[in-house]
């Protein structure tokens, strides 16, 4: 599968034109008149913070010549207008900040629900292997490298570029050549130094980050397990395996903050050399008389204000490389393929029975372990079938492949006579309704969880739904009602509670096909019997498949697969089972005598 951590080789550049169409979206005019503008407000405000150090100059000079007595008048006016440039540059660079502010809010706005919508196109396989802390890091790293490059970088790099040329022509054309030579060169070595030490220090950059994003997701994954940590006393071991990871990030850490110091201290070693060049130049200018006091002052103010920036331009250069791997490490997320697509001729699928059948199905995770082996059984349109065997026989596998979830590997899987695999997963998908095994609900009320399985149900259809799934009485009897939040993962609610919200959900949905996947393993005998029967009404012309562990749960079913390591051993109906005194024979007599099994079963429909 394809890997998802950033190729280091893979230029910036291919990022930032995987980020341009966002800042110039087509058909957008209202943006892109916004990018213009902003464009020329970045350019005013450069051109007026050039001319700063022009007015100071002048306004040195006139007051270095004014002879006793001449008023005031020149230099009050070059002081006004050195006033008033500063205004400008400052305005124009806000109003620009402040106009493009939409765009890129905007555009980090489609990235971020992009990659949403990717990750839940995203194949199950893809999910199980990545963990959902490292995914939510990159997501969130990157939303905030995309800011970050848009906020500073792109009004940093291209602004400084834009006043070292003017400062440049300025100086070459007021002052001489060897001094605007010496600080365009300073600013030269200045960045080519930057960039070089940079490149050097990335990869602490990389292995911090890498550090990060791995403690992170092994915190998030034993706060998951809270419950577990505690059961087994194992607070101490937790903290030992994170401080691991975390000891891997302080050494990663201390290297990036060493190398910053050195990038520092060279880049204010140069700048310096830069500055005592340019004044000794200017001084022998004046010794010589072929400059003024104003224009040592002029080359000098020019060097510290482009200094300004450039300090700025080691961090953002930094920052833009950082941003750049971490933004990367989105798209390159955005560049897995999932493992099922539809087919590009795929159709609705026309469930009408919808009669299921699994024909010679093999099937593996891995491909060095086969799961299932050469399955093969049908459900007819509107009749119930029961799938019960050991743990781990591969029954969950069995709806896992239903929902194509994984393509199998061998044989077929259709629906009314249609292969899985050319029908759209949305189409598919919604024709089935599951129990899983394992209920898992959002962070939300119990309302929302129930009105998921049809989202904009009315309360008296969420209510009704509940009321079939045995659920209702509890509900209504909470204290906050159906407007109770069932806690992260749905932890706040029982067992069996869950999977009553889960049964009720999938009422509301209303599917053609049901699959219960021990629907009602959590439940006491006594409500389980009670929903039975309002399942059984909700099964009827149904097509069904139920896993079950409980046979006195199934005893009614159409056939009965015996599934063992993933392959059928028996078929049947419950009594015809019986009668062959094989492996269901001896799981039914076992779980008579069982003590999870107290009240004698209820008599099998007869054949
Ligand atoms: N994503 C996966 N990757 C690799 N192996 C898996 C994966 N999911 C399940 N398995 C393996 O496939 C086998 C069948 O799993 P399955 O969930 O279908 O069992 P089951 O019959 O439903 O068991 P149970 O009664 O315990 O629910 C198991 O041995 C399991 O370890
Ligand atoms: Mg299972």
Known sequence: MASVSPDPKQSGFATLKNLLPYLWPVGEWNLRARVVVAMVFLVLSKVAIVMVPIFYKDAVDALVSAEEGLLLIIPVGVILAYGLARIASLGFSEARDAIF?????????????????????????FHLERQTGGLSRVIERGTRAIELLFRISLFNLVPTTIEL????????????????????????????????????????????????????????????????????????????????????????????????????????????????????????????????????????????????????????????????????????LLAVD?????????????????????????FAYDARRPILKNVDFMVPAGKKIAVVGPSGAGKSTLSRLLFRFYDVADGAITIDGQDLRKVTQQSLRAAIGIVPQDTVLFNDTVAYNIAYGRPGATQEEVEEAARLARIHDFVSG??????????????????????????????????????????????????????????????????????????????????????????????????????????????????????????????????
């Open 165 to 332: 040329v003017l400062v440049f022509g300025i100086l070459w054309y007021m002052l001489d050549f060897a001094i605007a030579g010496i600080t365009l060169a300073t600013v030269v070595v200045y960045i080519a130094y930057t960039m070089l030490v940079t490149e050097w220090r990335i990869r602490f950059r990389r292995t911090m980050n890498e550090a990060d994003t791995s403690a992170n997701t092994r915190a998030i994954d034993s706060l998951l397990n809270y419950e577990t940590v505690k059961y087994f006393g194992n607070e101490e071991h937790e903290a030992q395996r994170y401080d691991e990871r975390l000891a891997n990030y302080e050494e990663a850490a201390v290297k990036s903050n060493v190398s910053l110091a050195a990038l520092n201290f060279g880049q204010a070693a140069i700048i310096s050399v830069g500055l005592t060049l340019v004044m000794l130049l200017s001084a022998a200018g004046i010794v010589e008389g072929t400059m003024t006091v104003g224009d040592f002052v002029l080359a000098n103010t020019y060097l510290m204000q482009l200094y300004q920036p450039l300090n700025l331009f080691g961090f953002v250069y930094r920052e833009i490389k950082q941003a750049l791997i971490d933004i990367e490490a989105m798209f390159v």
């Open 101 to 125: 502010a939409r765009v890129g809010q905007r555009a980090i706005r489609r990235i971020i629900l992009e990659v949403f919508r990717h990750l839940h196109r995203l194949s199950l396989r």
């Open 478 to 607: 909470l204290p906050d009602g159906y407007d109770t939040m069932v806690g992260e993962r749905g932890l706040k609610l029982s067992g069996g509670e869950k999977q009553r919200v889960a049964i009720a959900r999938t009422i509301l949905k209303n599917p053609r096909i049901l699959i219960f996947d021990e629907a009602t393993s959590a439940l006491d005998t006594h409500t389980e019997r009670a929903i039975q029967s309002n399942l059984n009404d909700i099964a009827t012309g149904r097509t069904t498949l139920v896993v079950a562990h409980r046979l006195s749960t199934v005893v009614d079913a159409d056939e009965i697969l015996v599934l063992e390591a993933g392959e059928i051993v028996e078929r049947g109906r419950h009594n015809d089972l019986l009668k062959r005194d094989g492996v269901y024979a001896g799981m039914w007599r076992r779980q008579q005598q069982g003590s999870d099994e107290p009240e004698a079963a209820p008599a099998p429909t007869p054949a």
């Open 338 to 362: 999932p493992e099922i697509v539809d087919a590009p001729d795929a159709v609705a699928l026309e469930a009408n029975g919808s009669s299921i059948r699994f024909e010679g199905v093999n």
